[in-house]
């Protein structure tokens, strides 16, 4: 079993996605280079950015994967963004087939986080403060309330230009609260297991919430039941 994981972001997804695999699936190793995979191997590659994760390096990927020819999976992670998660997957799909790019035997996953990875990380409740003495948080607080609502669905507060950008602010006032940095170079307690652990509980407690999440916790599980046979 080997997967190619094609992600956007040049920093936090290139730290979090094998700190959560290692978690996830510890029967995988990572490789450094996509043509040392042999067995239970999995290759990241960061795009650095949209579109040229789509129009750039998806084609690169494919073609590496098929000279090698040993993978199972393709697995594209980017960011929603201000799109709806159906349109970015809805891209991906019209550029293969405008370009008539034939992906053979390997099996395509896309996941799109929604809005951002930290969206994502904003499901983690042991982060939350109760009750917030920081006037910023406790205006992010009393506009959305993240520890009882999704973070998919919360909308952006009125000063900032896109979802993500105040995804991210809400984020940083919430481990500043906590004594905790936080920054896309350095995620830090993202990437402990304990944090994680909190994003599996909360979508095992409320399923309805963090659903891009969730498709990535599923497929990590029925990766692991293939490793299993």
């Given amino acids: ?57 998806l084609p690169n990927a494919i073609a590496d994967i098929q000279q090698q020819g040993n993978y199972n999976y393709l697995v594209v992670c980017l960011d929603a963004e201000e799109n709806t998660v159906s349109e970015i997957q809805q ?49 992010y607080t009393r506009y959305y309330d993240i520890s009882v609502n999704c973070p998919e669905l919360m909308g952006k507060y009125h000063n900032f230009n896109t979802h993500a950008q105040f995804h991210e602010a809400y984020l940083k006032e919430l481990f500043k609260a906590k004594n905790i940095n936080y920054s896309k170079r350095n995620p830090g307690d993202v990437l ?25 916790v599923k497929f990590c599980t029925e990766i692991k039941s293939q490793l299993s046979i």
């Fill in 192 to 216: 402990k297991p304990y944090y994680l652990e909190q994003l599996l509980t909360r979508i095992k407690a409320q399923n309805q919430h963090l659903p891009t999440f969730q498709e990535f």
């Fill in 1 to 57: 079993m080997n997967l190619y994981f094609l992600v956007e972001g040049k920093r936090t997804e290139r730290k979090v996605y094998p700190a959560w695999l290692a978690y996830l699936l510890p029967e995988l190793k990572q490789v450094q280079s996509y043509d040392e995979v042999k067995k239970n191997n999995y290759y990241l590659f960061s795009a650095e950015g949209y579109p040229s994760i789509i129009d750039i390096h």
């Fill in 91 to 139: 891209e991906i799909y019209d550029f293969l087939n405008a370009e008539k790019i034939q992906m053979g035997n390997i099996e395509l996953v896309l996941i799109i986080q929604n809005r951002c990875l930290e969206t994502w990380f904003l499901g983690n409740r042991k982060i939350y403060s109760r009750q917030p003495q920081d006037l910023t948080l406790l205006d």
